[in-house]
């Protein structure tokens, strides 16, 4: 391994070690607020309703894009930044198996109290810059929501954009919310992330073997972003 690239994985380990630290004080603080932070103190129902909300918003109103011409319970979905479980419990209704990942042990920890019943859930800690435990070409989905907007590491997304690439099907759609508004964060914040533009997320996506087909929302936090993987053999 020459020092360029032994220098990189330095710099993704840094930043990842910030990150598990701070989300992981987040979860014992008041894991729900920090997930989904429109409510300071969540009623349990209403936290997890909120995520069935958002499923059906970015989901199941696109499911043509998302399915093509599967069938949702023979589907294997990945999600990036699981949280305690918020949109997972939901998607776990929606797909036949759902593979769940999040930079925190506190976090993952409360998802599996929370999602103990749904057996088709598989929930893992991640190094939070890559997706090496998980299989290469072996998802059908791939979703994140209200997590890239908290990187700031752009070494990170990067990491994190190949890794997708790489255990998605050739076809399948990697659809994700980054942060589009203007900010600047420092450079090892784990709250405040990179803004992005469109030409920057295109670049992005290509460079993993993508192609950004669709996206909404430019220059807002919710900017949406529709990836759809290239075959091995497009140009």
């Known amino acids: ?22 989300w992981n004080a987040r979860a014992r603080r008041n894991a729900e607020h920090f997930v989904a932070g429109e409510n ?8 997890f ?9 970015q989901v199941l109103n696109d499911i043509a894009n998302i399915c093509a011409a599967r069938a949702p319970a023979d ?19 929606v ?14 920890e409360r998802a599996r109290e929370n999602l103990g019943a749904h057996r088709n859930v598989h929930l893992y800690r991640n190094n939070g810059w890559d997706l090496r435990d ?24 990067r990491s994190y954009f190949a890794e997708v690439g790489r255990v998605l099907r050739p076809g399948a759609l990697f659809k994700l919310q980054v942060q589009g508004a203007r ?19 295109r670049l992005l996506a290509e460079e993993s073997g993508f192609e950004l087909r669709h996206s909404t929302g430019e220059g807002t936090p919710e900017f949406w972003l529709w990836c759809f993987k290239r075959p091995a053999n497009a140009a």
Do not use: N
């Open 1 to 22: 391994m020459d020092g360029e690239t032994l220098f990189k994985q330095w710099g993704l380990q840094r930043y990842s070690k910030r990150m598990e630290a701070d």
């Open 40 to 47: 300071e103190h969540w009623d349990r129902e209403d936290f």
């Open 49 to 57: 309703e909120s995520g069935k909300l958002a499923v059906d918003q």
């Open 75 to 93: 589907m294997r979905v990945l999600e990036l930044g699981c949280g305690v479980g918020r949109l997972t419990k939901s998607l776990a209704e």
């Open 95 to 108: 797909f036949g198996e759902v593979h769940a990942v999040d930079v925190s042990g506190e976090m993952i």
């Open 134 to 157: 998980l299989p290469g070409e072996a998802f059908d989905f791939a979703l994140s929501c209200l997590v890239f907007q908290h990187i700031s590491s752009e070494a990170v997304m």
């Open 183 to 201: 900010a600047r964060p420092e450079p090892d914040d784990t709250w405040i992330g990179l803004s992005l533009s469109l030409e920057q997320c």
